[in-house]
Every structure is written in structure tokens, then in C-alpha cells.
């Protein structure tokens, strides 16, 4: 006789391994992790084939390597001519299905730019530049147009910038309206290629946008051309495109408004020559103001003593004659919630340049100061014969003077109560600890310039390792440029061809047909060593000719 026990296990042992067998083999899938994908989909067959001639078909028919997905297929893929009825594109499995809604025209050669629209599923790989290409007759267009786009400003190839041409008899009546028909993107290099083009004359354009729509229709976008007509009756190469921000002709305030702590804030979308600004109204408030223009001359800040209002009226000028008028309406018996606060004239380690004073600036304009409150140490020891006395030019500045000692380290406390502001607001405690950097630490450079032309006027600007502009100075001859006490690091230095003398690199404009001023990168990167006096010969090069 068999043992029920026995015969209980067997059964549950099958089941077991069923169970093992069926999930187990349900839980196989994808093995996790490994390189990601960077590869686009691959096109592997096209029904009509690329480049046929005497197309006659109603449909195109391209099937890809992957399945992939259309990203914003109506502003990406252009059909060049254009059609008034546009085609509708179909994803089936693999396959991308272009179905013709409109006639083609008779001995056409025609050019489909699918842009950055083809994209793999999982990843979102752009096939780039991608273009299918046919004649309705017997003859395939087969000119071309390359060349590389760079930034006006870094001298740096702009990659994935939009370059588009318009037949020159549709130049002005579509560029800045209407997306071309006829575009590339530019490679990680800046180089751009326009193939399959009919013979004529062209106008060229760059076109880098935050958010791509193919059309010049925003300040912050950069745009380039070229002021030169293309004759194209065989292949052209070399182009050459500078990418530029173009100022706004006309003055718009892009904001205005009170603040959380009760300053009035303008930012302006250009900058201006010389601002100023006057208050209309309350009458009498003008010359209780405080005002602040930035260094950029594109945004104002206006502190009133009397905040008893409830409107105020603006008059901006620029070289003194008015621009705009800004009215803006407030509670008069609004409050404003301010907290007076610090920053200091110390590096990003805590270290204040040798042989300077400490530079204490405040959120707000500064009435008064409590030279007893304000505690300065050196090793925990107090200091004494430090002074601190307010900076002429600035309202929220305080300089404190004292001697510091290099390599030493110091804290500086500001007891509540310290610093009161023009609305009677005073400080909470508040301080920062901070080294006095040693001399050894900085460098002095000369800039042995030679200038190819004195009758012209050049800008020679540094730069750190940041790219940021250090220092900038005007030179018309031959000189020296010195540069006392820099830190030690890595420098570049540009120079700005200064046509109009300003002292300052200008922008160009696409309407009056003008080209930025040209600017040559010296393409030596300059290293200073610590307690070190380095000089480097800068031989400006002669402005090249921008066609």
C-alpha cells in the first residue's frame, strides 16, 4: 500500500516544478543595465527608392532598422517646393508612410527634410539631416551649398543651428514669417551641408532658438547671414556664418515692479546709451530717490525714503530725452517685509585680495552705521584700530580699512543693530570668517600688444578660466596692457574690431543688413604661476572682410 504521505508530496512537487517552470519562465526578460543606445534608426529600404526619377507614386514608403516615433512632424519635415496641401505621415510597425494630398508638379525635383522629427522609442535618437530626394521628371537637381557656423561672441562652431536658404525672390517676403522649405542642421563640428538644390540666386541664414520653430521670431534667439547673394550655378563651399543676438530696435520694458522689501525694478529688453530716470509723480519724490543703474545699462532699481504713495510715475530717458513712461499703482498703506543683509569682497575660498579692504555691501541702501557694534578679529583676538567708512559712490557699500596681515585669518561681526537702512530697518546679527590671501598667490601680466592699423580703434578683453571677462581695454596703437595682482590660473584674451569707437563689442541687425563687429580669439591659453610677472606678445591680425 502506498503512503498517503507519498503520495501527497509527489503531487505537490509537480505542481511545484510547474509552477517553477511557468514563472520562471515568465520572469525572462531584457537583461538590465549595459551601454545605452546612441544609435538612430537606420533606414533600410524606401519604396519609391531615393532619388528615383519620373516618380509617379502617390505615396512614399521608408522602413527603418527599429520602431521609432515623429516629433512634431508638421514643424520638422519640409517638403521643398512647398505644397498647399500638406502630406500626412503614417507609422506603421517600422514603416513610415508619406501620402501625397496635393498634385506634384511636372519636371520637379523635390526634397523631403525630415529635420530632427525621426527619433527612436526608447532613447529619443534624432536621425539628423535625414532627406528623401526625387524628380518628377527626368532630371535630379544635384547642387550644393556647405560651410560652418560659429558663434559671433566665443569664435567657438555652433552645433545644431538651423541654416535655411530663400530664393531671392522670396527673401523678403518670407524670411521671419514663414519656415523655409529648404534647411540643414548644423553637425557637432558647425558644419552644415544643403544638397539637391535648383540652380538661382539664394539668400542664407543661421538660425540657433531656444525653442526651434525655423522662424526669426524672438530677441534671444541667435541669428546670422550673410550679406552676399549666392549665385548658385555650381557647388558652393566655405560659407562662413556668425551667429549674433540681435538688440531690439525698438525700447520695451520687459518688467516692472515692486519687489518683497519695496524697490521699484526695471529691466529694459536693450541696453540703453546713457539712462536715467525721473520721477513724475508723486510730485516732489524725485530727488528723494535712490537709484541704481546696472552695468549692463538694461535694468534700474529705485529707492524711495518715502514710501507714502500710492502710484508712482516714471520718466525714462536715455541720452535725456524720453523713451517711456511706466506708471505703477501700490498701496499706500502696503508694508514690506525687508531684512537687511550682507555680501563681502572675498573670493570663492574665502579669501579677501591682498592689499584691499574688505568690501561690505548690503541688499539696501545703508542711513547710518553703529561703528562700536561692528567687531572685527583676528585668532579670536579683538581688533582696534580698523576703521569703516561708506562708500561715496555707492549707497548700500561700506569699506573697513585695516591693515591685514597676509595669511591671516580674521572674522568680522556685525552686532544686531549695526547697519540701518534709509526706512529705519536694522540689521540682525550677522558676520563671516575670511583669510587675508598671501601676495605669493597673484601674478602680474603684460600684453605686449601690436595693432595692425592705428587709424582704427581695437578692445582688448580678458578672460578667465570661466570665460568670463575680467577686464576690458580700449588701444588704438602699439602698447602695453598690464594686469597687476590676478590670480593665478588660466587666461584668454579676444579683441574686438571697435568700428563705431565705443569701446565695446556691438551687435548686428538682419533688417539694416549689418554684421556684428568682428572679434579674433588669441587661441594661446595664457597661465599665470604664483609670485610671477608673465608677458605675452598679442599681434592683432588684420579684420577680415565679412562677405
Known amino acids: 500500500m502506498l503512503n498517503p504521505k507519498s503520495v501527497i508530496f509527489s503531487k505537490n512537487f509537480f505542481f511545484i516544478l510547474v509552477a517553477l517552470i511557468v514563472f520562471g519562465c515568465a520572469s525572462i526578460q531584457k537583461p538590465m543595465g549595459?551601454?545605452?543606445?546612441?544609435?538612430?534608426?537606420?533606414?533600410?529600404?524606401?519604396?519609391?527608392?531615393?532619388m528615383t526619377r519620373n516618380f509617379a507614386a502617390k505615396e512614399i514608403k521608408l522602413e527603418f532598422d527599429e520602431f521609432f516615433k515623429l516629433s512634431n512632424q508638421y514643424q520638422e519635415i519640409s517638403i521643398s517646393p512647398a505644397q498647399e496641401k500638406p502630406a500626412e505621415y503614417k507609422i506603421d510597425r517600422k514603416n513610415l508612410i508619406i501620402d501625397f494630398k496635393d498634385t506634384l508638379q511636372k519636371n520637379t525635383t523635390y526634397v523631403i527634410n525630415f529635420g530632427k522629427a525621426i527619433q527612436d522609442v526608447n532613447e529619443s535618437n534624432v536621425l539628423p539631416n535625414f532627406t528623401y530626394v526625387f524628380s518628377t521628371g527626368p532630371h535630379i537637381d544635384s547642387l550644393s551649398m556647405s560651410g560652418t557656423v560659429i558663434n559671433s561672441i566665443t569664435q567657438e562652431k555652433e552645433k545644431e543651428a538651423t541654416v535655411m536658404i530663400f530664393p531671392i525672390r522670396q527673401d523678403s517676403l518670407l524670411f521671419g514669417k514663414k519656415k523655409p522649405t529648404i534647411f540643414a542642421t548644423t553637425d557637432s563640428s558647425g558644419n552644415f551641408s544643403l544638397n539637391n538644390l535648383h540652380d538661382g540666386e539664394y539668400k542664407i541664414y543661421a538660425l540657433k532658438e531656444p525653442s526651434p520653430n525655423k522662424i526669426f521670431d524672438n530677441d534671444k534667439e541667435l541669428i546670422a547671414f550673410s550679406n552676399k547673394t549666392i549665385n548658385l550655378t555650381k557647388d558652393t563651399s566655405n560659407i562662413k556664418l556668425s551667429l549674433f543676438q540681435q538688440i531690439p530696435e525698438k525700447f520695451r520694458l520687459m518688467e516692472k515692479k515692486f519687489t518683497p522689501d519695496g524697490i521699484f525694478s526695471m529691466i529694459f529688453n536693450k541696453r540703453l546709451e546713457n539712462p536715467s530716470i525721473k520721477v513724475v509723480y508723486p510730485p516732489a519724490f524725485d530727488s528723494q530717490k535712490i537709484l541704481e543703474i546696472s552695468k549692463t545699462k538694461d535694468t534700474a532699481l529705485i529707492y524711495m525714503r518715502n514710501m507714502d504713495f500710492d502710484s508712482l510715475r516714471v520718466a525714462i530717458l536715455d541720452n535725456n530725452k524720453p523713451i517711456d513712461t511706466v506708471y505703477q499703482l501700490k498701496g499706500r498703506k502696503e508694508s514690506f517685509a525687508r531684512n537687511l543683509n550682507f555680501k563681502y569682497s572675498i573670493n570663492r575660498d574665502n579669501k579677501l585680495?591682498?592689499?584691499?579692504?574688505?568690501?561690505?555691501?548690503?541688499?539696501?541702501?545703508?542711513?547710518s552705521f553703529e561703528p562700536g557694534l561692528i567687531v572685527l578679529m583676528q585668532?579670536?583676538?579683538?581688533?582696534?584700530?580698523?576703521t569703516i567708512q561708506k562708500d561715496t559712490a555707492n549707497t548700500r557699500n561700506l569699506f573697513l580699512k585695516y591693515r591685514f596681515k597676509p595669511g591671516g585669518r580674521y572674522q568680522l561681526l556685525l552686532n544686531e543693530a549695526a547697519v540701518t537702512d534709509i526706512y529705519g530697518d536694522k540689521n540682525k546679527r550677522a558676520g563671516i570668517s575670511f583669510e587675508a590671501d598671501k601676495p605669493e598667490n597673484y601674478s602680474m601680466l603684460t600684453l605686449k600688444v601690436s595693432v595692425p592699423d592705428t587709424s582704427k580703434r581695437y578692445v582688448v578683453e580678458l578672460l578667465d578660466e570661466q570665460k568670463v571677462l575680467m577686464r576690458s581695454d580700449p588701444v588704438s596703437k602699439s602698447t602695453s596692457v598690464i594686469y597687476k595682482n590676478f590670480l593665478t590660473g588660466k587666461y584668454k584674451v579676444r579683441v574686438i574690431y571697435d568700428s563705431n569707437r565705443n569701446g565695446r563689442w556691438d551687435s548686428g541687425n538682419v533688417r539694416r543688413k549689418t554684421q556684428p563687429e568682428n572679434i579674433w580669439l588669441y587661441e594661446k591659453e595664457i597661465t599665470l604661476r604664483p609670485n610671477w610677472e608673465a608677458e605675452e606678445p598679442i599681434d592683432i591680425p588684420r579684420e577680415p572682410v565679412i562677405p
Open 34 to 50: 549595459g551601454p545605452r543606445d546612441l544609435t538612430p534608426p537606420k533606414l533600410l529600404k524606401a519604396t519609391p527608392e531615393n
Open 353 to 367: 585680495k591682498p592689499n584691499t579692504d574688505l568690501r561690505i555691501t548690503s541688499n539696501l541702501p545703508i542711513a
Open 379 to 386: 585668532d579670536s583676538a579683538s581688533l582696534t584700530n580698523f
